[in-house]
């Protein structure tokens, strides 16, 4: 039983993880080395909490022992009693060495060490370690208190124990969790890779405009967002910077290859919403081209993008990344795809989304847009996903 939560980083995702694990009843210590930082958190915090309140989600009486089970701590050293820790600081290799090395020599041979990173590997992180069984990946996405996925990464080094008592805690406080393989981007920044790539290219090859290929996705795809008002969202800059560590962490996979496009967007400061400025522009909408609503346009662009989709989604499972059924709930959970990929590749017919995929391939001569080996074999034996 895991009493005590500790949380390293007070920043976006350290405090929305400390939330959680507060309203789910844990004593939780939140330690980050800037006392100003540690003070914003707790005012930001107190905010959400009172917004809850108003909106009538908790008590006044549940928000005061929420913060009354909060401990916020510039020294490391009160992380002791912790029988679990996450670490949610800076995402630099060298700077989680040391703060996992220094938090060995504080918490008990029985805690978790845990790291909510996004892009490094739990294999290269456990390996600061002394008890390596313990470490292990706890990704949550932002915001962590109202995304329900979170998924699970065992590393190399994992303990069994150390996983189930993982995967039953962060069920118990209400989450989605999946299991998977220390891959690069995990399950969802690995498979939805193309939802941008492709979309990039249909761009860059002329065949649509920014609005009328996220048109395409929003009201003939059901997607929440589109593909280009998405990447504005989260930022061209940060968004480049994912897609080029994806790729050179796949050894320069062509599957997974940055686009010109948005390297330049990202260089010319056009990041998108933050900076006024992206793929639209934000400070004066009227300029904003309106979407070339043809339906066989738009069936046409949709269907480019899923079967590369579905076919990420396939070789996540073909290469045992996670189960068909995690790799489903991750991309609905985790970023809200309208249908689970797979289920939407039994849908359509994966002997249709194989035709198109080989005729993509024939035409480009390019290694992105080649079948994966299980969707082949699937065809072959007139298999689906979901019976
Ligand atoms: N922001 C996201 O959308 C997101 C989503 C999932 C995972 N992540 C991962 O979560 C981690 C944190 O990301 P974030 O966006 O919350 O970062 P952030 O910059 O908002 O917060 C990082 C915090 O860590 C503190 N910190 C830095 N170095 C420290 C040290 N040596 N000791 C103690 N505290 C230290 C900083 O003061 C800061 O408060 C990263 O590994 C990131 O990859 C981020």
Known sequence: MIETVGVVGAGTMGIGIAQIAAQNEHQVIIYDHSEAQLEKAKLGLEKVLNRLVEKERITDNERKKIIDRMVF???????????????????????????????????????????????????????????????????????????????????????????????????????????????PGFIVNRVARPFYGEALRIYEEGMADFST?????????GFRMGPFTLMDYIGNDVNFAVTESVFKAFFYDPRFKPSFTQKRYAEAGYFGRKSGRGYYDYDDVKLNPKPQTDKALGEKILNRIL?????????????????????????????????????????????????????????????????????????????????
């Open 73 to 183: 701590t510039p020294k490391m050293s009160e992380l002791w009693p912790c029988g679990l820790v996450i670490e949610a600081i800076v995402e630099s290799i060298e700077i989680k060495h040391q703060v996992f090395q220094s938090l060995e020599n504080i918490v008990s041979e029985h805690c978790i060490l845990a790291t909510n990173t996004s892009s490094l590997s739990i294999a290269s992180i456990g390996a600061s370690l002394k008890i390596a069984e313990r470490i292990i990946g706890i990704h949550f996405f932002n915001p962590a208190p109202l995304m329900p996925l979170v998924e699970i990464i065992p590393s190399i080094q994992t303990g069994e124990k150390t996983t189930t008592v993982c995967k039953n805690l962060i069920s118990s406080w209400g989450k989605t969790v999946v299991l998977c393989k220390d891959t």
């Open 307 to 387: 079967c590369l989709l579905i076919n990420e989604a396939i070789d996540a499972v073909f290469m045992g990344v996670a189960t068909s059924k995690d790799v489903d709930l991750a991309m609905t959970k985790g970023v809200n795809y309208p249908k689970g990929l797979l289920k939407w590749g039994d849908e359509i017919g994966l002997d249709k989304i194989l035709k198109q995929l080989q005729n993509l391939f024939d035409y480009y001569g390019e290694d992105r847009y080649r079948p994966n080996p299980l969707l082949r074999q699937m065809v072959k034996e007139n298999k689906q996903f979901y019976e």
């Open 213 to 221: 290929i996220d048109w395409a996705l929003t009201e003939i795809g």
